[in-house]
């Protein structure tokens, strides 16, 4: 009884078999075709024979070859609930139709079921096929062939209209054949679900987002060097606060170059995110710098807080704080290491002595003291053909510490940096890296 139901239930799984490379694809299942046979087609939907699968592809070859662009021609079983559009620039944007840098990449895409047909052009050819014109080279003669079933002949003749297009001044040799071949039998259609809507790009709020993202974290950073001015105590540490140059600056703008991308990967529109990513780092620029200006005056009236009584405190001259520092203190001033203040209390006579790191002079390490300059000299240049070797002397300068150290160390050669030339041949099996922008025509048939 079970080796009955068991060979009664084959013809049902060798017919789903069959039909298992004709289901629903999602944009990161469709078969880059140079990758799996070297071709421009790829027929995840099975409307193409084999005769019109060499023919297509006879086209796309030509026009590489004679000027580099790519068009690829891909069918697809449905859109799995997607738009066409959004189907299309994925699929475009994974294969990286198109030579890097000139973008002149096409793809010509065909849903079986819901009877869809679009043409989306690459970033470099969307000022020679405007989406008025990619509507019409589909319109013509293409359209009709696919409303009649013939999915092989149509698509031939779109994929030729679109090529002589792309090549412009560049003659293609690309001929009817005598007898058209006979077309593939696609598969019955499903029942589909409702593709989603993709809402309409809106680059002028999404800059505002972003910008005002930006801003809301410039005025965050402002507040808190404000705080910290309030916290520190002492003129040196105060005024390294005030005039510093401010990290929330430098990420402002990086921010501002990302979100700039970011907006005008998902669209078109130039001109919106660059004014917007422009005017909020440079807001948030204006803001620390005014910051900064204001935090200088009420550094001129600052006067230490006496711990003792509360009262305002007055900081000793340089002339005369020098003779309050140690030997190793003034070392530390004056190799740039330390910067060190001496405040009196008028009213109750406490004394008072602040310390304030500086960058100029590292830690010792024999004395401990921030007195430890380096330099580096180069006693051999690096070039392409070999590594240089540099010399690096670090002295101590606090005249109670003898500590000195000299280690020499090889540098790398210089990269030799890649050529290419426009003529070029690439090696087969991928796309050119190519982007597209949006552009293009969706019909339905």
Request: proline residues 6%; aromatic residues 6%; glycine residues 12%.
């Amino acid at each position: 009884m079970r080796m009955y139901r068991t060979r009664s239930l084959l013809p049902f799984l060798a017919i789903a078999a069959l039909l298992l490379p004709l289901a629903a694809e999602s944009p990161d299942e469709v078969v880059n075709p140079r990758r799996a046979d070297n071709s421009f087609v790829s027929d995840g939907g099975g409307v193409l024979s084999p005769e019109y699968r060499a023919l297509i592809d006879g086209v796309c070859r030509e026009l590489q070859a004679k000027t580099t662009a790519e068009l690829a021609v891909v069918t697809v079983g449905d859109l799995g609930g997607l738009v066409i559009e959004e189907f299309a620039e994925k699929v475009f944007r994974r294969f990286g139709i198109g030579v890097k840098g000139k973008d002149n990449g096409l793809l010509l895409l065909c849903s079986r079921d819901e009877r869809l047909v679009r043409l989306e052009v690459g970033y470099g050819l969307e000022g020679d096929i405007p989406d008025a014109l990619a509507s019409r080279l589909l319109e013509r003669e293409a359209l009709a062939q696919l409303r009649d079933g013939r999915f092989g002949r149509g698509l031939f003749l779109a994929a030729r209209n679109v090529a002589i297009q792309a090549a412009g001044d560049v003659p293609l040799t690309i001929t009817e054949p005598t007898a058209w071949p006979a077309e593939a039998v696609p598969p019955k259609p499903k029942n589909l679900p409702q593709p989603k809507k993709k809402g309409k790009w809106d680059p002028l709020r999404s800059s505002l987002y972003f910008g005002g993202g930006i801003l809301a974290f410039a005025l965050l950073a402002i507040g808190l060097t404000m705080a910290r001015f309030n916290k520190a105590r002492g003129r040196a540490a105060r005024a390294r606060i005030a005039g510093g140059t401010p990290a929330s600056v430098i990420l402002a703008w990086i921010g501002g170059v990302i979100s700039f991308f970011l907006v005008l990967g998902f669209g078109k529109d130039f001109l919106t995110p660059f004014v917007a990513m422009l005017a909020a780092p440079g807001l948030a620029t204006f803001g620390r710098l005014f910051t900064g200006r204001v935090l200088k005056k009420r550094l001129d009236s600052y006067h230490l807080p006496c711990v003792k009584c509360g009262a305002a405190m007055d900081m000793a001259a340089d002339s005369e704080d020098d003779v309050m520092l140690s030997t190793e203190e003034a070392a530390e001033e004056k190799a740039g290491g330390m910067d060190y203040e001496f405040w009196r209390c008028p009213k109750c006579g406490a004394d008072e002595k602040l310390a304030v790191k500086l960058g100029k002079a590292s830690k010792c390490p024999q004395c401990g003291r921030r007195t430890l300059k380096s330099s580096t000299t180069t006693l051999l240049a690096a070039t392409r053909e070999q590594g240089g070797r540099t010399r690096t002397t670090e002295t101590c300068l606090n005249p109670k510490c003898n500590y000195a150290k000299t280690r020499e160390s090889s540098t790398p050669r210089l990269s030799t940096p890649s050529s290419s030339s426009a003529g070029s041949s690439r090696p087969s099996g991928s796309f050119g890296g190519g982007r597209s922008g949006g552009g293009g025509a969706s019909r339905k048939f």
